[in-house]
């Protein structure tokens, strides 16, 4: 068996040239383009990288993006009235405060702060505690979680009634997308670090979420055959032969994997494209509101 490849990269395209024409749509009506404020606190390099990453992905599709950037020595306050400032400007739709924030910040406290009709990225706490309710819609949904559930819809593949094992359960992606799996009526089981034979629970499962960001932890005798995985993972890996002296690598051991799975994510060209594609398509969600 051979797996079909998941091409995240092709799904992004697709869907960001229908961003792009809402986006002209939203100017014409509006006379201004959806607008994405980004909260960007420190000087940590990856997340300077993937603020960039998301100002250049606004550009494609005509979102106009701001950012407020503080310094890691930031007060609490002033980060939270960054937030505020963005919540009071009619020309932000959206608002995105880039995690991890420094240790002296309260997390909780500043995302707290995001209006419910700003959070395009899904992460103040009554949203994600919408989705863990039934019966209660959240206004938008995280983006990494809600790209995955994307892919797996794109693919055809039916959840219901299916087993998943989701691999890590931070707020951002394992959380929620154990919510999310749930509520398309799989039976879900949370893995971590304290599971007690994790390669046993994960052979079972139809469908792997692998969010851990340990590099290719998930091996082929880890799975069942014909299961779908999908690899959230993004990990830098020293390689003298690449021209950057490094490579990414996911949480999944690709070369074992496809040999095994009937549908397998990349990385890069999986997940990722899609994280940076739901911000957008949530901007644009908000604009039209």
């Known amino acids: ?19 792009q024409t809402g986006a002209d749509q939203v100017a014409s009506r509006l006379g201004r383009r959806p607008g994405l404020g ?41 980060v939270e009235n960054a937030v505020r400032a963005f919540n009071d400007d009619a020309d932000i739709d959206g608002i995105l405060v880039q995690l ?38 959240p206004t938008f949904t995280p983006a990494t979680p809600t790209g995955v559930m994307r892919l797996i819809a ?62 290719e932890l998930v091996k082929a005798d880890w799975l069942k055959p014909g299961a779908v995985v999908i690899d959230v993972g993004s990990n830098s890996l020293p390689d003298p032969t690449s021209d950057k002296g490094y490579r990414y690598v996911g949480d999944v051991d690709f070369e074992q994997a496809r040999d095994v799975a009937g549908w397998l994510t990349k990385v890069p060209g999986g997940v990722g494209p899609m994280t940076i594609t739901m911000l957008l398509a949530n901007t644009l969600k908000a604009a039209q509101a």
């Open 100 to 137: 991890p924030l420094p240790d002296s910040i309260d997390e909780e406290a500043v995302l707290n702060e995001i209006s419910l009709s700003k959070d395009v990225d899904g992460i103040h706490p009554v949203n994600l505690g919408r989705l863990g309710m039934r019966g209660r819609n």
């Open 1 to 19: 068996m051979t797996a079909t490849i998941i091409d995240g990269r092709a799904v992004a395209r697709r869907m960001q040239a229908e961003i």
């Open 154 to 215: 794109e693919s055809g593949i039916e959840l219901s009634g299916k087993e998943a094992v989701v691999i890590g359960r931070s707020n951002i992606v394992g959380l929620p997308i154990a919510l999310m799996l749930t509520n398309a009526d799989a039976t879900v089981t949370r893995c971590h670090s304290r599971t007690v034979d994790l390669p046993m629970v994960t052979r079972r499962a139809d469908i792997v979420v692998a969010a851990v960001g340990q590099p």
């Open 38 to 78: 980004v909260v960007l606190v420190g000087d940590d390099p990856a997340s300077a990288m993937y603020v960039r990453m998301k100002q250049r992905a606004c550009e494609r599709v005509g979102i106009q993006s701001s950012a407020s950037l503080l310094p890691a020595s930031a007060a609490q306050a002033e």
